[in-house]
């Protein structure tokens, strides 16, 4: 059964429409991620069902019950931010304690309460600290901490790992997500960052502009992208435009080269979409093939990116790297090899 | 410039600083013929008029620096949440009490709400003890406003109380366990000057004649010679000893290293 539902959701800022007709269901104890460019709307719904922006249009539900006009301390919904925003006045343990002191739970039963949070987050010596003497990825585990205290029916992230760097980011997202999973708490992420979403999400919600693009599961958002605009924002895509030769089987000349998709497409020109890592160096039987110069190659450890030209178009390739393979050199004309079903037909 | 130079106008600093005040300190010892001793300060702290108006003074510094903060904090607070286009305009009226004399603002208060008025204020010793306190707060607001304001700046106030919201937090909670905990240095610092303007005022108290610090200096002042200077060392005491709390209180706060 869905356990938090938007539906039709707007927001206007004067004449600037921010949010259109955005609907979602999330299940109990789904991990969502809302995925996008900065301005795209993403933070703004999750202001909406923090409580924190009032909808110009729509409704949130929370197990039921209509929340879109409700204030935000009355929500019980448990919130992260970017800036950690842990009061600087409070020791961890305080800030840790402070929703449940706000509802008047009992001193026994918020000291219980904070250590089995301080544990969880693996702090448990750290209560007695202000935050200004915790590092910010230590930081951001109080606050998440503080946000689980008081049992919240949802748990909302805004881009907690933003302000990290990079090691303690990966870390920190995978104990998120184990936190999440043992909790069993629904929550929705709100990130710029495609690897974080792929990586923690059970769907991602795609947005642009405004409006949710695509809602999927990871695998689909990347493998089945619904728009030319989720193609492109999440992984590294080639586009390349191709000229159909024959609609019924699919097959189209791009750069020069004959490609047989096996699956019927529109006349006139269409756009594929190429992952570069679905590329491979070299003719194979059965699979489809391109023939190109290589311009560019970055050796990047375990990836070699080449970069070549297909005629009057630009093709990135992903090789991994192997010590038993030599790499190729710039100006080599190379073929590639492609299994037609991965390349994928860009709508709009 | 050369570190002889600098010491040069560092000295020439403190003595055009120090030295009326050592001559005020000096004269205010000197009221026994030949030999310095408190005789001054004897005489101010044994006249029971002393007592009870610079008693009365602190009574109405306290008073208006409880009501400057309860009027302060969350207006500034609120001006930065939800209404920041409106600080230039919060700014410009906090700023008026420096330009308006406060003789100008004390004669208002008297047209206002003399007993022939609709809110009789002077017409009974409590009224008018609350509008001086109201004039007192307004003559400190361009401080107390400035003092806060700043002290909001070094806080993300926004973030602060959506997160305390997000965890069931009213207005108040807020206010009083977050805001006002992170801002206190700065409250007090306001409060402290706050302190010293009423303890020296002397316009208004006087035009509505009430028993205040401010009038008794300047009676004494016309009237005797050694006493006034005692009066202004014990003043200048009270002020430095304000600034030296000050100081205290931002050293024994323990999160105001915080990372803001």
């Known amino acids: ?348 | 410039m050369t570190r002889a130079a600098s010491w040069a106008i560092l000295l020439l600093g403190l003595t055009y600083f120090i030295l009326p005040l050592l001559g005020m300190i000096e004269f205010s010892l000197s009221m026994r013929r030949g030999e310095y001793s408190f005789d001054a300060y004897v005489a101010v702290l044994g006249d029971p008029q002393f007592r009870q108006t610079f008693s009365y003074s602190v009574m109405m510094a306290l008073l208006t620096i409880v009501f400057g903060m309860l009027l302060v904090v969350p207006t500034a607070f609120w001006v930065r949440l939800k209404l920041p286009h409106l600080r230039p305009v919060i700014e410009f009226i906090t700023l008026l009490p420096l330009v308006i004399p406060a003789i100008v603002v004390v004669f208002g208060y008297i047209r206002l709400y003399n007993t022939s008025s609709w809110l009789p204020l002077t017409g009974s010793v409590l009224g008018t003890n609350l509008l001086l306190m109201f004039g007192y707060a307004t003559l400190s607001l361009p401080y107390m406003y400035r003092a806060v304001d700043t002290g909001l700046r070094t806080i993300d106030v926004t973030t602060l109380t959506e997160a305390a919201q997000s965890l069931g937090a009213g207005w108040i909670t807020i206010l009083g366990r977050i805001i006002l905990p992170n801002v206190l240095v700065a409250v007090l610092s306001g409060a402290f000057v706050t302190f010293a303007i009423v303890m020296g005022e002397f316009t208004m108290a006087a035009l509505l004649n009430r028993p205040a610090f401010g009038p008794y200096l300047q009676l004494m002042g016309a009237n005797k010679a050694y006493e006034p200077f005692a009066l202004a060392t014990i003043a200048f005491i009270i002020t430095w000893a304000c600034m030296g709390l000050i100081q205290l209180v931002t050293r024994f706060t323990k999160h105001d290293k915080a990372a803001r």
Do not use: W
């Open chain 1, 1 to 348: 059964m869905t356990f938090l539902t938007i539906s039709r959701l707007e927001k206007s800022f004067g004449a600037n429409r921010v949010v259109k007709d955005f609907n979602l269901e999330v299940e109990k104890g789904e991990f969502i991620s809302l995925l996008g460019p900065s301005g795209c709307g993403k933070t703004t719904v999750l202001r909406m069902v923090a409580g924190f922006e009032l909808p110009s249009a729509g409704r949130i539900t929370i197990a039921g019950k209509d929340v879109s006009r409700l204030r935000p301390n009355h929500r019980n919904i448990g919130m992260v931010f970017q800036a950690y925003a842990l009061f600087p006045n409070l020791t961890v343990a305080q800030n840790v304690g402070f929703g449940l002191k706000v509802k008047g739970a009992p001193a026994r039963e918020i000291a219980a309460r904070v250590a089995e949070m301080l544990a969880l987050i693996g702090l448990p010596e750290m209560g007695e600290r202000y935050p200004y003497q915790l590092s910010g990825g230590q930081q951001q585990r109080v606050a998440l901490a503080r946000a689980l205290a008081p049992k919240p029916q949802v748990l909302l992230l805004d881009e907690p790992l933003s302000a990290l760097d990079a090691k303690v980011r990966v870390s920190l997202r995978n104990e998120i997500r184990a936190i999440q999973r043992e909790l069993g708490i629904t929550t929705i992420f709100v990130t710029h960052d495609q690897e974080e979403a792929l990586s923690m999400s059970d769907r991602i919600v795609v947005m642009h502009q405004g409006v949710a693009d695509q809602v999927g599961t990871p695998f689909d958002i990347y493998n089945r992208p619904a728009t030319r605009f989720v193609a492109g924002f999440v992984g590294t895509l080639n586009t390349l435009t191709a000229q159909v030769i024959d609609p019924a089987s699919g097959h189209v000349r791009v750069g020069g080269s004959d490609l047989v998709l096996g699956r019927a497409l529109p006349g006139g020109e269409v756009v594929l979409g190429l992952r570069p890592e679905m590329l491979r160096l070299g003719a194979e039987p059965g699979m489809a093939s391109l023939t190109g110069t290589i311009t560019e190659l970055d050796f990047l450890g375990s990836v070699i990116r080449l970069r070549l030209d297909l005629g009057d178009q630009r093709l990135a390739v992903d090789l991994f790297n192997t010590t038993r393979a030599t790499p190729p050199r710039v100006g080599d004309s190379v073929t590639l090899a492609l299994d037609p079903a991965d390349a994928l037909v860009i709508g709009a």
